[in-house]
T-cell receptor, first 108, second 114 residues
Framework: RKEVEQDPGPFNVPEGATVAFNCTYS??????FFWYRQDCRKEPKLLMS???SGNEDGRFTAQLNRASQYISLLIRDSKLSDSATYLC?????????FGGGTRVLVKP | DAGVIQSPRHEVTEMGQEVTLRCKPI?????LFWYRQTMMRGLELLIY????????DSGMPEDRFSAKMPNASFSTLKIQPSEPRDSAVYFC????????????FGPGTRLTVT
């Protein structure tokens, strides 16, 4: 079983709609969690940190469920510019483990 | 402030040649990470340094790969000799102190070994 698993997608989302997707992790000792965004042929960029049960930043909401060992990301009012691959990242010690990413395509 | 700086941005070389990738972390950050990304394997951690000291190199694929961090503002990743299967995008990332574990990535070096 992979340490961090994500649905690769793609999630095809109409502009203005809400989309949500999950990430599961296997190591119960995981201490902190992040969502990164990666555009095609670009570097991953930090989207949100999730240190407690959840975090909200504008149209983006991340939730953490430690009992079930998953993190979710919800995007409201999707914009065309939200099209990207979203990487779930789990920290154990000082090491980050990246999921394979979920691809989101927002269409007009 | 400048972000993480990597050079070169693109490298095309022939099998058997030595390749050196360079990274300058964000000023004040004390941890530096080298990653490799391919379509097949995704993003993999190769090695990371804390205060210029290598902490975990378990991700380095084989002895052909080596990394150094001679000072707080510079690191290199060397492949010698290079092979076609080393073709990938190599990212450098850095993170700071004070319990902030967020990593900030450089633009990457796209390596093609023919």
């Amino acid at each position: 079983r992979k340490e961090v698993e994500q649905d690769p997608g793609p999630f095809n989302v109409p502009e203005g709609a809400t989309v949500a997707f999950n990430c599961t992790y296997s190591n119960s000792a995981s201490q902190s969690f992040f969502w990164y965004r990666q555009d095609c042929r670009k570097e991953p960029k930090l989207l949100m940190s999730v240190y407690s049960s959840g975090n909200e930043d504008g149209r983006f909401t991340a939730q953490l469920n430690r009992a079930s060992q998953y993190i979710s990301l919800l995007i409201r009012d999707s914009k065309l510019s939200d099209s990207a691959t979203y990487l779930c990242v789990v920290n154990v010690g000082n090491k980050l483990t990246f999921g394979g990413g979920t691809r989101v395509l927002v269409k007009p | 402030d400048a972000g993480v700086i990597q050079s070169p941005r693109h490298e095309v070389t022939e099998m058997g040649q030595e390749v050196t990738l360079r990274c300058k972390p964000i000023s004040g950050h004390n941890s530096l990470f080298w990653y490799r990304q391919t379509m097949m394997r995704g993003l993999e951690l190769l090695i990371y340094f804390n205060n210029n000291v290598p902490i975990d190199d378990s991700g380095m694929p084989e002895d052909r790969f080596s990394a150094k961090m001679p000072n707080a503002s510079f690191s290199t990743l060397k492949i010698q000799p290079s092979e076609p299967r080393d073709s990938a995008v190599y990212f450098c990332a850095s993170s700071g102190t004070g319990g902030r574990l967020e990593q900030y990535f450089g633009p990457g070096t796209r390596l093609t070994v023919t």
